[in-house]
C-alpha cells in the first residue's frame, strides 16, 4: 500500500489578457506584474494551464512549469476537455472560479483532483500507465515524481501500444455478400427498435427508411447499381432513417455497408449511433469501424521511433504522452475517445489503435 500523499504544495500563475495572478499555498490569489511572474517561474516551478500560452501572453517563450494540460493527457488519453480552467474545473469536478484572480487558486484543486485518479482502482486507463512514467520521470517531466508518489507498480509486466496490437495475418477474401431484398416493412420495424419505445413518431422518417430500403435489392443489370436521391429536413432523423434497412442487409447478406460523410461530426454521430444497433461493447467495436483519409492517422512506425529515442527533451516527453493518446484513442481522432465529454468516471475500457 502506498503511503498517504497531501496535496500539492506549489504556488500556481494564472495568466490572461487582462492581467496576472499567482496564488501561493495557503494564501490568497494576488495581482503580479509581468516582471515578477517571469522571475518566479525562474526560481520555483508553478502550476499552470497551457505552458506555451502562458509564455506568449508573458512575452517569455522559454516559459516551463506544470502543466495541466499534460497531466490530463496523461491521466485521460483520448478524452476530451475544453483547455481552460473551467473545462478542467467541470471535468476535475471542481467548483468554477468566479474570477481570473480566484482562477489561480482553482488550478491547484483541478491537479489535486485529478491526480486523485491515480489511486482510484476503477480508473480506466490505468494499463501502461506506470510504464510511461517511468520513463517520463527518466526525461525529466516535471509531474512524473509526483504522479510516482501515488501509482502503485503493477504486479506483472503492463501491455503497452505495441504488444497490444493485434497481429495481422494474410487471410482469403471475404466471400460475396447474399443477394437479398429488404422489405419496406422489416426497415419500418428495425426502425422502431432503433428509435425506442415512446420514441416521437415521424412518418417522414418511415418512408425514408422503406425508400433507402429498396437500394438493397439485388441489381437489375451487371455495373447498374441501386440508387436514391434523398432530401430531408433538419430533426426528421436522417441517420437511423438509413442505418435501419443497412442494418437489416449487412445482418441478412453476411456483406458489409459503407457509409461516407463529409464532415468528421457526422462520422462521430454515426458512430454513437452505433450503441443502438450492437449494444455489446466488443461485438460493436470488432463490427463497426471508423476510416479516415491516410492524411488524419498517425504512423506508428514513426511514434516507435520517436517513443524510443529519437527525440530529446521536450519532444521525448510530448511522444511519451502521444503514445499513451494511441494506446487508447478509438479512431485516431483527437476528440475521438470513448467518452465524448472527458469525464473520468466514464468507465470505457482502451480500444485498439486504428
Known amino acids: 500500500m502506498l503511503p498517504a500523499v497531501q496535496a500539492l504544495a506549489l504556488p500556481a500563475l494564472h495568466a490572461t489578457h487582462s492581467g496576472i495572478w499567482i496564488a501561493l499555498p495557503g494564501e490568497a490569489p494576488r495581482e503580479v506584474s509581468r516582471s515578477e511572474a517571469i522571475g518566479r517561474l525562474a526560481e520555483t516551478p508553478h502550476i499552470l494551464l497551457n505552458a506555451p500560452l502562458v509564455g506568449q501572453r508573458l512575452g517569455y517563450p522559454e516559459t516551463s512549469g506544470i502543466d495541466l494540460l499534460e497531466l490530463f493527457a496523461f491521466l485521460f488519453p483520448a478524452r476530451f476537455a475544453v483547455p481552460t480552467v473551467a473545462g478542467l474545473a467541470r471535468v476535475a469536478g471542481v467548483d468554477l472560479p468566479a474570477s481570473d484572480a480566484a482562477a489561480a487558486g482553482t488550478l491547484a484543486s483541478i491537479a ?3 491526480l486523485a485518479t491515480v489511486a482510484d482502482g476503477a480508473w480506466p486507463e490505468r494499463e501502461g500507465a506506470w510504464t510511461a512514467n517511468a520513463t517520463l520521470y527518466r526525461l525529466g517531466w516535471s509531474w512524473a515524481p509526483i504522479i510516482g508518489q501515488r501509482l502503485a507498480r503493477p504486479e506483472k509486466a503492463e501491455r503497452f501500444l505495441f504488444s497490444r496490437l493485434p497481429q495481422w495475418e494474410e487471410a482469403a477474401e471475404r466471400p460475396a455478400p447474399r443477394a437479398v431484398s429488404i422489405p419496406a416493412n422489416d426497415a419500418r420495424s428495425r426502425l422502431a427498435e432503433l428509435t425506442g419505445r415512446g420514441s416521437e413518431p415521424r412518418e417522414g422518417q418511415r418512408d425514408m427508411a422503406a425508400s433507402v430500403a429498396e437500394i438493397f435489392a439485388p441489381r437489375r443489370a451487371t455495373g447498374a447499381p441501386n440508387m436514391l436521391l434523398a432530401e430531408a429536413g433538419t430533426g426528421i432523423g436522417k441517420t437511423l432513417a438509413y442505418l435501419a434497412p443497412a442494418s437489416l442487409w449487412a445482418e441478412r447478406s453476411g456483406g458489409t455497408v459503407w457509409v461516407s460523410t463529409f464532415t468528421k461530426a457526422l462520422q462521430r454521430q454515426l458512430d454513437a449511433e452505433g450503441k443502438r444497433l450492437i449494444a455489446d461493447d466488443e461485438e460493436r467495436r470488432r463490427r463497426i469501424v471508423v ?6 492517422y498517425l504512423c506508428l512506425l514513426n511514434l516507435e521511433d520517436a517513443m524510443q529515442g529519437a527525440f530529446a527533451g521536450r519532444a521525448a ?21 470513448t467518452c465524448r465529454a472527458g469525464c473520468p468516471a466514464c468507465s470505457a475500457g482502451p480500444a485498439r489503435p486504428r
Not at 291 to 296: C, I, M, P, S
Not at 323 to 333: C, L, P, V
Open 112 to 114: 489535486d483532483a485529478l
Open 291 to 296: 476510416r479516415k483519409g491516410r492524411e488524419n
Open 317 to 337: 516527453i510530448l511522444a511519451q504522452l502521444v503514445g499513451r493518446w494511441a494506446a487508447y484513442t478509438k479512431d485516431g481522432d483527437m476528440v475521438g475517445g
